[in-house]
Every structure is written in structure tokens, then in C-alpha cells.
């Protein structure tokens, strides 16, 4: 009876340990997928910040050549 309480035990962990890490690795994708989108976003704004300094030199220097 002992050893068939066992086997039944470790074939419940077996079956519920699989589905944790499923549903953890689900909650950290879900956390990745925010975090790369929020550093995206950050990398767009930089970028355009970048362009539109880069055209404010770029008339200054015209102005400064005239």
C-alpha cells in the first residue's frame, strides 16, 4: 500500500508540475512582451528626437553659412 500511495503521489506531482511552469512561463511572457513594447516605444521617440536635432543643425548651419 505504501509504495502504491508513492507512485500515486509522484504521478500527481508529475502531471501538476508541468502546468505550473506552463503558467509561469506564460506570466513572464506576458511581462516580457510589456517590457519590450514599452522599450520600443522609448527607442521611436528617441529616434525621432534624433531627427529633429539633427534638422535644427542642419538649418543652423545654413543660417551660419549665409
Known sequence: KH???LGQIEATA?????????HYLD???QSLAA????LLQEVGDLR???RAAQ???GTLM???AK
Not at 508529475?14 to 506552463?22: A, G, I, Y
Not at 517590457?35 to 514599452?38: G, K, L
Open 14 to 22: 508529475q502531471e501538476r508540475v508541468p502546468f505550473n511552469v506552463q
Open 27 to 29: 506570466q513572464f511572457s
Open 35 to 38: 517590457e519590450v513594447r514599452t
Open 48 to 50: 525621432e528626437k534624433k
Open 62 to 64: 545654413c543660417i551660419r
Open 55 to 57: 534638422f535644427e543643425l
Open 3 to 5: 509504495r502504491e500511495l
